[in-house]
């Protein structure tokens, strides 16, 4: 079995008296794409919320980078980059100069600038207003910034959400360079099966916070969407 990067015991979160998440168990292995996948509401972004510490951890275990989130929260979120809901960036100012006020707070130097637009494909409106960019780039752009401290995993929530077909593209074409020429472990949500199955190497099924199903995202026999339908239609036990 390939090392793990990220691992999920046991997770239980409920808000007021709504359980989210039951007893939820994942096991991200490193260098994977990681796709976590389930109807409206059944607890993706509550899961990642809890991976980037965002959520106080009510019950079970998070361990990043082979250690326990609780005690050690500060040093392993600083090798971990996120985009979670929408990009929040001054429109205001351009791409670069979003970027330089980041790279400030992230101890980082000048080139790095320079290397993380590189990745993302916007070096030609590094110098454009953030206000002119399309949804997709200003998505590229949130991504550049959580590149800048080179982090070994990336969580993504929906990056893929609200893009039109060439953005859709331009995302799925980032995160697999950032996964196979750059090494890079990435947890993403989406609802874009197809997207999913093109970009995931592993993929978790989850619905009311149970996980369904943990694999990769072709059985061979089936498709991830004829998997999707079929796990996500039938009764919970
Ligand atoms: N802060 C909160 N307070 C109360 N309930 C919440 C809160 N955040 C999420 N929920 C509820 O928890 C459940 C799971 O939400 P979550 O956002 O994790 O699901 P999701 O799988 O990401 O859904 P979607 O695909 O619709 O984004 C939903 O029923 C949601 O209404």
């Known amino acids: 079995m390939s090392a793990l990067i990220a691992e999920i015991k046991h997770l239980h979160h409920t808000f007021g008296r709504h359980k989210v998440l039951e007893d939820l168990n994942l096991q991200i292995p490193a260098g994977s794409v990681y796709g976590i996948l389930g109807p409206n ?19 079970g275990h998070i361990r990043i980078f082979g250690k326990d989130i609780t005690p050690h929260r500060v040093s392993i979120l600083q090798q971990v980059g996120s985009l979670i809901e929408q990009p929040s960036l001054y429109g205001h100012l351009t791409g670069i100069e979003n970027l330089d006020i980041f790279r400030l707070c992230y101890h980082c130097h ?88 093109k970009m995931a190497t592993q993929v978790a099924i989850i619905r009311k916070g149970r996980l369904l199903y943990e694999g990769v995202p072709h059985t061979g026999q089936q498709s991830l969407e004829e998997l999707f339908i079929q796990l996500t239609a039938a009764p919970l036990l």
């Open 41 to 59: 509401g059944a607890g993706k972004t509550t899961t990642l919320f809890l991976l980037l510490g965002l959520l106080r951890l009510q019950a």
């Open 110 to 197: 000048k080139g790095r600038m320079r290397e993380v637009l590189q990745q993302v494909e916007l070096t030609e409106a590094a110098h454009q207003s953030v206000k002119t960019y399309s949804l997709g780039m200003k998505q590229r752009l949130a991504i550049a910034i959580a590149l800048l401290p080179d982090p070994a995993l990336l969580i993504l929530d929906e990056p893929t959400n609200g893009l039109d077909p060439g953005g859709i593209i331009a995302m799925r074409s980032l995160v697999k360079t950032l996964n196979e020429e750059q090494g890079k472990t990435i947890i993403l949500s989406s609802h874009l099966l197809g997207e999913v199955e």
